[in-house]
């Protein structure tokens, strides 16, 4: 009987370790980081890069998810998103994105998702 009981309680324990693995990736934020760089690999400070769900918004510039500026090493974070593609805006001046891999892969949940994005 108090091997059951033990095998009992192990396995109580270990189902509460599972789902509390899982309840913690469900209340971390999906991120995004996008490091922009130019056409030489360096990094580029003040682009403005925008976000679209979708395909038909991104190419009209239209329901912007978010627009954040890079900062002194080329980054921008986008917080909570949900974990679906996007479609990405980067532009400086006369550089941007166009035709450089504006979509990304579907995000992971609850990590940081990181990608480069080259302008020109």
Not at 55 to 60: F, G, K, M, N, P
Not at 96 to 110: F, H, I, M, R, S
Request: without cysteine.
């Amino acid at each position: 009987m108090k091997k059951i009981t033990t095998l009992f309680v192990g396995l109580i324990i270990i189902g509460l370790t599972i789902s509390s693995f899982h309840a913690q990736a469900e209340f971390l934020p999906t991120k995004l980081r996008i490091t922009v760089v130019d056409e030489l690999g360096n990094i580029v400070e003040g682009a403005t890069i925008t976000l679209y769900k979708n395909e038909a918004d991104y190419r009209s510039n239209k329901n912007p998810v978010q627009s954040l500026t890079t900062d002194k090493k080329g980054r921008v974070t986008f917080t909570d998103l949900e974990p679906v593609s996007y479609f990405i805006d980067a532009r400086k001046g006369d550089k941007n994105n166009d035709g450089k891999g504006a979509v990304t892969a579907p995000l992971l949940e609850g990590k940081i998702n990181k990608l480069n994005t080259v302008i020109e």
